[in-house]
């Protein structure tokens, strides 16, 4: 089995905690951070762009507060 190719956030830097990503197997996306990179996330690219589009939207600002 070939290693992965992890490829890092071109936001990270020189920040110790960097977003990596990689393609898996059956057209996935993994994702992990780099503080933890023993912690893999797997998704499709049909998710993750609906994440994206919906974080860029606000929609998990106020994660956690109570509902109004």
């Given at each position: 089995?070939?290693?992965?190719?992890?490829?890092?956030?071109?936001?990270?830097?020189?920040?110790?905690?960097?977003?990596?990503?990689?393609?898996?197997?059956?057209?996935?996306?993994?994702?992990?951070?780099?503080?933890?990179?023993?912690v893999?996330?797997?998704?499709?690219?049909?998710?993750?762009?609906?994440?994206i589009?919906?974080?860029?939207?606000?929609?998990?600002?106020?994660?956690?507060?109570?509902?109004?």
């Amino acid at each position: 089995m070939n290693p992965m190719s992890w490829r890092q956030s071109s936001y990270c830097q020189e920040s110790a905690s960097c977003l990596n990503v990689a393609k898996g197997e059956h057209n996935t996306i993994l994702l992990r951070e780099s503080e933890h990179p023993e912690v893999i996330l797997s998704t499709t690219r049909t998710r993750l762009r609906t994440f994206i589009r919906a974080a860029k939207a606000g929609q998990f600002d106020h994660i956690g507060e109570p509902r109004r």
